[in-house]
């Protein structure tokens, strides 16, 4: 056997490359009859080339590093310093590009959760390239509750991407305002696996966000957009729909999915025997995002 394992702590080494991380997959992917597994395991990257060639991102679709189709999804390393370009505009022009497929298809919807990371990852054009501590918590933010919940619980008409960014992107490259993406327009969650070990700070970003994400506040693209320059107004009063109550900063939800006016610090999510308390949140069952950040005044984006 010519493999030689590192011994850890035993002697400095030099640190791999960073390199960013992008993964997809799909929702529901498991519950497709199988003869549709093949055809949906292709078109997701397809689908991801168009977005890439649509945001003029030419040379991160060209030169993908260590890339692997995972059945349900995709993955791939990149240059870092494309990180920007990707987090705004490729993920609201992946959004678009899912969207156009979906009204036209005449087979499954293809909804998908993306996680971008960044992290010391071995590139050498060797086998075992991109295996690394970064690439395994890409695909945790990928599995995690959060993102999955507010697929759930937003439209399929309308939401076809929710995003998770980690917290090391997300200061470096949105905090750090290198990119389009504003941080109001994302929502700090805990992001957590069940069964796994695993807990990080993340932060999610929707493009087309729809359903109770809309009451909420959060607004599409382009309405936050252009309202973007707009004076503040007067914090409204949340619209309210059959089932849900609102008192101050307490939503009570007699069943479904609901996110709460103010939305940040915490995602309470409860299934089966699980549950994660956040604050101000009262519940009877589903999914929820809850938190403390502030909606109602111009511009705002969650």
Same mark, same amino acid.
């Given at each position: 056997?010519?493999?030689?394992?590192?011994?850890?702590?035993?002697?400095?080494?030099?640190?791999?490359?960073?390199?960013?991380?992008?993964a997809v997959d799909a929702k529901d992917f498991t519950g497709l009859p199988a003869?549709?597994?093949?055809?949906?395991?292709?078109?997701?990257?397809?689908?991801?080339?168009?977005?890439?060639?649509?945001?003029?991102?030419?040379?991160?679709?060209?030169?993908?590093?260590?890339?692997?189709?995972?059945?349900?999804?995709?993955?791939?390393?990149?240059?870092?310093?494309?990180?920007?370009?990707?987090?705004?505009?490729?993920?609201?022009?992946?959004?678009?590009?899912?969207?156009?497929?979906?009204?036209?298809?005449?087979?499954?919807?293809?909804?998908?959760r993306a996680s971008l990371h960044v992290g010391p990852l071995p590139d050498a054009?060797?086998?075992?390239?991109?295996?690394?501590?970064?690439?395994?918590?890409?695909?945790?933010?990928?599995?995690?509750?959060?993102?999955?919940?507010?697929?759930?619980?937003?439209?399929?008409?309308?939401?076809?991407?929710?995003?998770?960014?980690?917290?090391?992107?997300?200061?470096?490259?949105?905090?750090?305002?290198?990119?389009?993406?504003?941080?109001?327009?994302? $929502?700090?969650?805990?992001?957590?696996?069940?069964?796994?070990?695993?807990?990080?700070?993340?932060?999610?970003?929707?493009?087309?966000?729809?359903?109770?994400?809309?009451?909420?506040?959060?607004?599409?693209?382009?309405?936050? $957009?252009?309202?973007?320059?707009?004076?503040?107004?007067?914090?409204?009063?949340? $619209?309210?729909?059959?089932?849900?109550?609102?008192?101050?900063?307490?939503?009570?939800?007699?069943?479904?999915?609901?996110?709460?006016?103010?939305?940040?610090?915490?995602?309470?999510?409860?299934?089966?025997?699980?549950?994660?308390?956040?604050?101000?949140?009262?519940?009877?069952?589903?999914?929820? $995002?809850?938190?403390?950040?502030?909606?109602?005044?111009?511009?705002?984006?969650?």
């Amino acid at each position: 056997m010519s493999t030689v394992v590192p011994a850890p702590y035993a002697e400095s080494r030099p640190l791999p490359p960073y390199r960013a991380l992008f993964a997809v997959d799909a929702k529901d992917f498991t519950g497709l009859p199988a003869v549709q597994h093949g055809p949906v395991s292709q078109l997701i990257p397809e689908l991801v080339d168009q977005a890439l060639e649509r945001a003029e991102l030419h040379e991160l679709r060209d030169s993908k590093r260590f890339p692997a189709n995972t059945g349900d999804g995709a993955v791939f390393g990149f240059d870092p310093a494309l990180l920007p370009f990707v987090l705004w505009p490729f993920l609201g022009v992946l959004d678009d590009i899912l969207g156009a497929y979906n009204r036209q298809c005449v087979g499954p919807r293809i909804r998908l959760r993306a996680s971008l990371h960044v992290g010391p990852l071995p590139d050498a054009d060797r086998p075992g390239d991109g295996n690394g501590t970064a690439r395994n918590d890409t695909h945790r933010l990928l599995d995690s509750r959060p993102v999955k919940a507010l697929l759930a619980a937003a439209s399929e008409q309308v939401t076809h991407l929710a995003a998770v960014i980690s917290q090391r992107v997300y200061e470096d490259v949105v905090l750090g305002a290198y990119t389009g993406l504003h941080p109001d327009r994302c $929502v700090e969650v805990p992001a957590t696996v069940e069964g796994k070990n695993f807990s990080q700070r993340a932060w999610l970003y929707v493009p087309s966000p729809s359903g109770n994400l809309v009451q909420a506040g959060v607004q599409p693209r382009e309405e936050s $957009v252009a309202q973007a320059g707009a004076p503040a107004g007067p914090e409204q009063d949340p $619209v309210t729909r059959p089932g849900t109550h609102y008192s101050g900063n307490t939503q009570h939800v007699g069943e479904g999915a609901a996110v709460m006016g103010s939305v940040g610090r915490d995602i309470t999510y409860t299934g089966g025997s699980t549950s994660y308390h956040g604050t101000n949140q009262h519940w009877g069952g589903g999914d929820n $995002v809850a938190g403390d950040k502030r909606v109602g005044e111009a511009g705002d984006r969650r």
